[in-house]
C-alpha cells in the first residue's frame, strides 16, 4: 500500500518517491537555488497584459513585493481568457442546490455574468481601490461577486455567512467598504440561516457602506431601505455590458480576508494579485495533478481562504470545471456528500478532516451506497487528519488507490505550502504526515530559543524564504504584520504550529502552538470569545480554552464567574450562547459553560488560562508556585467531575 512506509523503510529516502520523484526534487531545489529562473517560467500560468521588471523585490522584508511592475487582471485570467478558447462553453461550475436543484454555468455564462455586475458596481459608484463586502452563503453569485470586484479592482472582503453581526461590522469597519453584497439568507441542513437582517444590524454600527445590493434565495421577508438598498435580480435584468478590466498591477491587494490571532481584534490579511494568482494556480497544479475534463470539488466554504483560492481563483485560472455545492453534506441524509461525487463523478474531492470523522462515525455504509469509482485523487485540508480518518478514506473512499493530498497551509500563505506533490511525482505517502514543502517553500522548524531543532523534535513552524502567495500586509497595521510574524525568529514567516519533522525527512504538523483553537477547521481567536462573554453584564470574569474532541478536533470550553447578585446555572449559560450567536456567530458558540466562583490566577491578578485548560483536562497543571488561590483548582476538577456525571 502506498500510505504505508513500513515495508520501505530499510531504503534511503529518495529511493522511497515513486518513479518521477527527481523530477520533484529537481523542482524543489531550482525554487530555491534559482528562484529567478523559476519564477519567471512559472509566472506563465498567468496571462500578464505587462512583464515584470523584476522576480522579486526583497529590499524592505518583510514587505516582499513579487512580479514588481507586472500587470494583470484576474477576472480576465479567469474568464476571457479561458473563453477565447475551446472552454467557452466549458462547465465553470456545477452549482447544486440543497434541494437538488442543479444550475450549470460556463465559462460563456459566467463571463456575461460577471461583466454585468462589474457594471451595476460602476453604476452605483464604485471605483478602482475601493472597498466592498460580500457576506453570501455558497450561491453562485458569490465567485460571480468577487471576481465582479476582480474585475473592476476593488478590493473586495468576504464574510463568511456564519459570523454574526459585529463580526460583521467590524469586518466593514476596518476594510471601509462602500458597498456590501449579500442575500437575504440562505439554505443549510434543511433550515433557513438569515443574512440580511444581520446586515441591517451591523450597518448600524458603520458609517461608511451606501449600498447594499440583495439575492434573493430564500424568499424570506426582509426590510429594503429606501435609495440604500437594491435587489440583485432588479440590477442586473435586460443587461448585456462588457467591462473592460482595469489593469492592476501586481502587488494591488486583490482581496482582504480576516482571521484570528491572539488578540480580541482580527487580522485583516491582504493578498495581492500577481504572486497570489501564480500561487494558487501552481499549488493547484502541483498538489493535486487536474487534467482539463476534471470535476474537482472543494466541499469547503467559499468565504474562507479554502474556498477563495481553490473554488474561485486557481480552478478558473487553469479553466476546470468545479462542483459547488449550496448546504448540508449530510443533508437530507449521512450520504449527501457521496451521491453528489457518483451523480457528478466526482474525480478530485478535497474536503476537511471534520467532514471526514463526521462521515466515518456515520459509517461506510453510507458511502458503499454509491459508485465512487469516479475518484482519482482524495483532498485534505484545515487541521491535522488523523491516521484513523486517513487510513479510513484512504481505504473505504479512496478504494486504495487514491492518494490522500493533506495540504497545509493558512489564510496568510494564499494557498498549499506542504502537500504531497501528486501533480509532479507522488511521494510514498505516510498517513498523518503532509509529505514535502511545495516549490519554492523553505519550511523550518525552530526551538524556543529560535535554533532549528532536530529530526524528530517537536518545534515551531516557520519559513525561511518569501514566497508568491504570501500576503502582503495586514490591512490597517503593518505593525502586526512584522510583530505577529516575523519577529519571533529574526525575520522567518512564523505560522503559530507546531511540526515535526521525521527522520525521514517527512513534515507532521501537529496543531495551532498559540492561543487559536481549531474547531471543525475553523480558526477562532481565544481572546474574542472571552471578549465576547465578558460583554454579558452578568460576567464577571472568564477562560476559553480547546478541548480535545473527537469529531471537531476542538471544542470550546469556557469557565466562567459570575458577578454578585447574578446566579450561574443553565439559563445564564444559554443566554450567554445565544449572544455570542447573535454578535460572533454561530460558529463561535462555546460548547461546554461552566460556572465556578473564582479562578486561577498569578499573584499579579493575570488568569493562568493554561492551568485552568490543564485541570479541566485533567494533566498535570505545570508550574503552579505563581498561582494566588488553589481553592480554584479544586473548584474547576469539581465542575468538570460533575459535568461528566450529568453528560453520562
Ligand atoms: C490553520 C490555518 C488553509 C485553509 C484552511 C484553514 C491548520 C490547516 C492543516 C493541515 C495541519 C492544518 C493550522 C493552520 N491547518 N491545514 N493540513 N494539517 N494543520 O485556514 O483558517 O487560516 O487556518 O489551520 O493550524 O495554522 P486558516
Known amino acids: 500500500m502506498q500510505g504505508s512506509s513500513a515495508n520501505n523503510s530499510a531504503l534511503p529516502i529518495e529511493e522511497r518517491y515513486h518513479p ?316 449527501r456528500l457521496w451521491k453528489i461525487v457518483q451523480d457528478y463523478a466526482v474525480n478530485l474531492l478535497y474536503t476537511s478532516p471534520t467532514a471526514i470523522r463526521t462521515l466515518m462515525r456515520y459509517g461506510v455504509q453510507y458511502a458503499r451506497m454509491h459508485d465512487l469509482s469516479s475518484l482519482r485523487v482524495l483532498g485534505s485540508v484545515g487541521e491535522p487528519i488523523n491516521p484513523a480518518a486517513w487510513q479510513w478514506y484512504y481505504t473505504n473512499i479512496g478504494k486504495d488507490r487514491c492518494p490522500i493530498i493533506d495540504t497545509y497551509w493558512q489564510t496568510e500563505t494564499g494557498g498549499f505550502v506542504m502537500a504531497p506533490a501528486n501533480g509532479i511525482s507522488l511521494p510514498l505517502l505516510k498517513p498523518g504526515s503532509v509529505t514535502f514543502p511545495m516549490p519554492g517553500i523553505d519550511p523550518v522548524i525552530y526551538g524556543e530559543e529560535g535554533a532549528e531543532v532536530k529530526p524528530g523534535e517537536k518545534g515551531y513552524f516557520a519559513i525561511r524564504k518569501p514566497w508568491p502567495g504570501m500576503f502582503l500586509t495586514l490591512n490597517n497595521d503593518p505593525d502586526r504584520f512584522r510583530s505577529a510574524y516575523f519577529d519571533k525568529f529574526n525575520g522567518a514567516y512564523y505560522s503559530g504550529d507546531f511540526a515535526i519533522r521525521d527522520q525521514d525527512g517527512y513534515y507532521w504538523l501537529l496543531g495551532r502552538a498559540d492561543e487559536v483553537l481549531n474547531v471543525s477547521g475553523h480558526r477562532l481567536g481565544t481572546i474574542e470569545i472571552e471578549d465576547a462573554i465578558i460583554t454579558s453584564e452578568e460576567v464577571a470574569e472568564t477562560a476559553v480554552f480547546g478541548k480535545p474532541d473527537p469529531v471537531r478536533g476542538e471544542s470550546i470550553v469556557a469557565f466562567v464567574v459570575v458577578k454578585d447578585g447574578f446566579t450561574g446555572d443553565l439559563n445564564l449559560g444559554n443566554a450567554i450562547k445565544g449572544r455570542i450567536r447573535e454578535t460572533l456567530g454561530p460558529i463561535y458558540i462555546p460548547h461546554e459553560i461552566h460556572f465556578v466562583s473564582s479562578l486561577p490566577k498569578t499573584r499579579s491578578g493575570k488568569i493562568m488560562r493554561r492551568v485552568v485548560k490543564a485541570v479541566a483536562l485533567n494533566q498535570v497543571p505545570g508550574d503552579i508556585s505563581t498561582l494566588e488561590n488553589s481553592v480554584s483548582v479544586d473548584e474547576i476538577r469539581d465542575a468538570i467531575e460533575e459535568f461528566r456525571k450529568e453528560s453520562g
Open 20 to 335: 518521477g520523484k527527481e523530477v520533484y526534487r529537481r523542482l524543489h531545489e531550482e525554487s530555491l537555488e534559482n528562484p529567478e529562473k523559476f519564477w519567471n517560467e512559472h509566472a506563465g500560468i498567468i496571462e500578464w497584459y505587462r512583464r515584470w521588471e523584476k522576480v522579486l523585490d526583497d529590499s524592505n522584508p518583510p514587505f516582499y513585493r513579487w512580479f514588481v511592475s507586472g500587470k494583470l487582471n484576474l477576472s480576465y485570467n479567469c474568464l476571457d481568457r479561458n473563453i477565447k478558447n475551446h472552454r467557452r462553453n466549458k462547465a465553470a461550475y456545477i452549482w447544486i442546490a440543497e434541494d437538488g436543484t442543479e444550475k450549470i454555468v460556463t465559462y460563456r455564462g459566467l463571463h456575461k455574468r460577471v461583466n454585468v455586475l462589474a457594471a451595476v458596481l460602476r453604476d452605483l459608484g464604485i471605483q478602482k481601490g475601493d472597498r466592498i463586502v460580500i457576506y453570501l452563503p455558497m450561491l453562485l453569485e458569490a465567485p460571480v461577486a468577487m471576481l465582479a470586484a476582480a474585475r473592476i479592482g476593488a478590493p473586495f472582503s468576504f464574510v463568511f455567512a456564519g459570523y454574526g453581526a459585529s463580526a460583521l461590522s467590524e469586518r466593514i469597519r476596518d476594510s471601509g467598504a462602500k458597498l456590501v453584497i449579500t442575500s437575504d439568507g440562505g439554505f443549510r441542513g434543511g433550515k433557513v440561516v438569515e443574512l440580511k437582517k444581520v446586515v441591517d444590524e451591523a450597518l448600524q454600527e458603520t458609517t461608511s457602506v451606501e449600498n447594499v445590493i440583495v439575492v434573493k434565495r430564500t424568499g424570506t421577508e426582509v426590510d429594503m431601505v429606501e435609495s440604500r438598498d437594491l435587489w440583485y435580480h432588479d440590477l442586473v435584468a435586460d443587461r448585456n455590458d462588457y467591462v473592460e478590466p482595469e489593469v492592476m498591477d501586481s502587488n494591488d491587494p486583490l482581496y482582504i480576508l480576516y482571521t484570528s490571532g491572539t488578540t480580541g481584534k482580527p487580522k485583516g490579511v491582504v493578498h495581492g494579485t500577481g504572486g497570489y494568482a501564480v500561487w494558487v494556480a501552481n499549488t493547484l497544479e502541483w498538489a493535486f495533478g487536474p487534467t482539463e475534463d476534471d470535476r474537482w470539488w472543494c466541499a469547503a466554504d467559499v468565504g474562507w481562504v479554502t474556498g477563495h483560492s481553490y473554488i474561485v481563483f486557481a480552478p478558473l485560472i487553469l479553466g476546470l470545471t468545479s462542483i459547488m455545492y449550496e448546504g448540508s453534506i449530510i443533508h437530507p441524509g449521512p450520504d
